[in-house]
């Protein structure tokens, strides 16, 4: 069946250092995909989107790059700060809207 | 904040039971999803109600079932109720059209006991 997943449970990063977290999906006719950050007791909180016919697109301080050949997403976080905690999930556009998620990594940023 | 609301917040219920969420979507918003989360997963797509109608279901029983109002506004109904039916329940507005942004709320987190 259709599913996106994602190769790291948990990154732990400093305060100020890059952060990169990976998706791996598996439906080569998905056409959209989105990374949503989710803090503790909180909905999914849209981060940054692409199309398929995109390779990178840039946000403020966010980078999602994507590469179809591999059927691979990451999400580049520049400067992470201790409010980037969270966990952060990839999702792909399977049909009108219908979103498939992976599990998630939680992202630790230490001070 | 997304504009999306959900009631209630917290909801215990007892195996067999009924339940009934709640979601008002964000202004402008004529098409709601609705995702259920596990602890420790990803949200799982339920169903799609567009216009009313549902448009598009995911790998969920018959027992789960939903509906749309005028307002768009939308609700989610459980019956006989599972105790793997606990998880977060969340909904999502959006509009229809280019963007498929989906706007969550904060979910409701209902104990199945």
């Known amino acids: 069946g259709e599913s996106v997943g994602l190769h790291l449970p948990t990154l732990s990063v400093q305060e100020g250092d890059n952060s990169i977290i990976n998706c791996a999906y598996s439906?080569?006719?998905?056409?959209?995909f989105i990374w949503y950050k989710q803090e503790s007791g909180k909905g999914p909180q849209f981060i940054i989107d692409?199309?398929?016919?995109?390779d990178k697109r840039q946000g403020q301080r966010v980078t999602v790059l994507l590469n179809k050949t591999v059927k691979h997403l990451s999400l580049q976080i520049a400067a992470t700060q201790p409010g980037d905690s969270a966990v952060y999930f990839c999702?792909?556009?399977?049909?009108?809207?219908?979103?498939?998620f992976g599990t998630g990594t939680r992202l630790l940023v230490s001070p | 904040e997304t504009g999306v609301t959900q009631s209630p917040t917290h909801l215990i219920k007892t195996r067999g039971q009924q339940v009934t969420l709640r979601c008002s979507s964000q202004?402008?918003?004529?098409?709601v999803s609705w995702y259920q989360q596990a602890l420790g997963q990803g949200p799982q797509f339920i169903f799609q109600?567009?216009?009313?109608?549902?448009?598009g279901r995911g790998n969920f029983p018959p027992r789960f079932s939903g509906l749309q109002f005028p307002n768009y506004s939308s609700e989610l109904n459980v019956n006989a109720l599972e105790l793997d039916d606990s998880a977060l329940y969340l909904c999502?507005?959006?509009?229809?059209?280019?963007?498929?942004?989906?706007?969550f709320g904060p979910g409701t987190r209902l104990t199945v006991t």
């Open positions: 999502a507005s959006s509009f229809t059209g280019p963007s498929y942004e989906q706007y």
């Open positions: 439906n080569s006719a998905s056409d959209y």
């Open positions: 692409i199309r398929s016919n995109m």
């Open positions: 999702a792909e556009n399977t049909g009108f809207q219908k979103l498939v």
């Open positions: 202004s402008g918003h004529n098409t």
């Open positions: 109600y567009y216009r009313e109608e549902e448009n």
